[in-house]
């Protein structure tokens, strides 16, 4: 059998974009209806994500969100968890969890997260594009009504698709807002007076007219030029990559089905013709469906593109032609290069073993970060400035600022402080002594004496022990500075 390779079968697509001409002009997409079982499997899919995330921000665990991403104070509450800014290398070892996790799961599936789980193709597709259909009509509907007059029926369905689109995007900017602020906040931005917070209503404006924008205007651009994923397949795809692909084996030479004429008419008859054998195309009759479905713009038969984003529509249409034709299905179908040519499949490599060890290693040290993670943080620093007093009854005295970060629920209460170091060392505090503040941080200042006679040398080391009734919450090391002896 012949080998025939993607880049026999168009040039064109490797130059440029599918929605960008020869002059850099912007070409629009019609998606045509697609229906089947990819679709029917997605459209659950989404449908559970977009519950998922409309009702996360609305659960509360102990009278706290159950997620919080703000950003602006830095709080952070995940799984009912509190997070603050002493907690950052937990964030970056799970960044780097997710950057690796990311290339595994497209070094073997592709790009099947893009179709299946962004929240950019989710709505767009399932909701948006969905709303469009139903207002303006299929494809064909939709080019014969951009190029009709601004007559009654083009204004009033451009007008209410676009009022809907607002509508989302207001609700989808609120859900977004939520997840930064709080429900709580958001709904005090939503009943108060605007001119009392006009930041967050600032905020509210501008996050709507952004995913206004993308899902009205950008679209699939958002996939094709601005997320830098697609762009990174290069490198993280190789043969052994599942990914949703053309059989170009099976499917070429492509070529439309036609009726023959009757062989007694026709002037010269081919061998192939008197044995009654077909013509050797391939499955493939170039109905162009796959094209016309698909979010992107591709053709699929290019073979894998950066505009690709897995969504198996093209599947589905392909499928669809297959039972038509009574040709099997699986034309196009999620599969890899060496599947296609070798009929083989092989998702394990070299590549893929180092990459799961990476993510198994950062995994196990997130885990150590997390069980020996403490929900009390103090710390204790000699006041910048200072020197060394000399009091009475012959102690010795040095001045500490002191913070006491509480990444839990727990309530406001006293805590006892313990001073392990020299005999008859003692601590007290500047104006009231420190309580545990609900989800917050007490800071003040006191100071530490040590009796002269039991310092030893100029600098001497300390540990303070903070108690919680007989619970030991945190312990800190500091210096102590005194008489150089």
Known sequence: MTEVK????????????????QRGKRIWIYVKKVSGKFFNYRQLVAYLLVAFLMVLPWLKYDGEPFVLFNILEGKFIIFGQHYTHQDFHLFV????????????FTAIFGRLFCGWICPQTIFMEMVFRRIEWAIEGDANAQKRLDAA????????????????????????????????????ELGKLVTGNPFDHWQGLVGMVVFTAAFYGVFARLREQVCTTICPYGRLQGVMLDQNSLAVAYDFVRGEPRGKIRKEKPLEKKAEVTAA???????????????????HVCPTGIDIRNGTQLECVNCTACMDACDEVMVKIQRPKGL????????????????????????SVVLIALIGLESFLFASRNPIEALFLRTPGTLYQKLDDDMIGNLYNFQIVNKTADESHELFFKVIGPEGAVIEF???KPKLIKNGMSEGAAFIKIP??????????????????????????????????
């Not at 993607?6 to 001409?21: Q, W, Y």
């Not at 070892?93 to 595994?104: K, N, T």
């Not at 002269?452 to 619970?471: A, Q, V």
Request: aromatic share 10%; with cysteine; charged share 25%.
């Open 6 to 21: 993607f880049s026999e079968l168009s040039g064109s697509h490797r130059d440029k974009i599918s929605t960008v001409d």
């Open 93 to 104: 070892v799970g960044m780097l969890i997710a950057v690796v996790f990311i290339v595994l």
């Open 149 to 184: 007059p601004w007559d009654f029926n083009k204004i009033w369905r451009k007008g209410l698709k676009h009022f809907i689109f607002v509508l989302i995007s207001v609700i989808i900017s609120h859900t977004f807002l939520s997840y930064i602020i709080g429900v709580d």
């Open 273 to 291: 013709e008197v044995l009654n054998l077909p013509q050797k195309l391939g499955d493939c009759i170039d109905c162009k469906l796959c094209v």
């Open 332 to 355: 196009i179908r999620i599969d890899s290069y060496n599947g296609i040519i070798h009929k083989k499949k092989s998702i394990w490599n070299t590549r893929v073993a180092a990459y």
């Open 430 to 432: 500047v104006g009231q």
């Open 452 to 485: 002269n006679e039991s310092i030893k040398s100029m600098k001497t080391p300390l540990r303070i022990e903070i108690y919680d009734g007989k619970e030991m919450l945190d312990d800190v090391s500091t210096n102590f500075f005194g008489p150089d002896k």
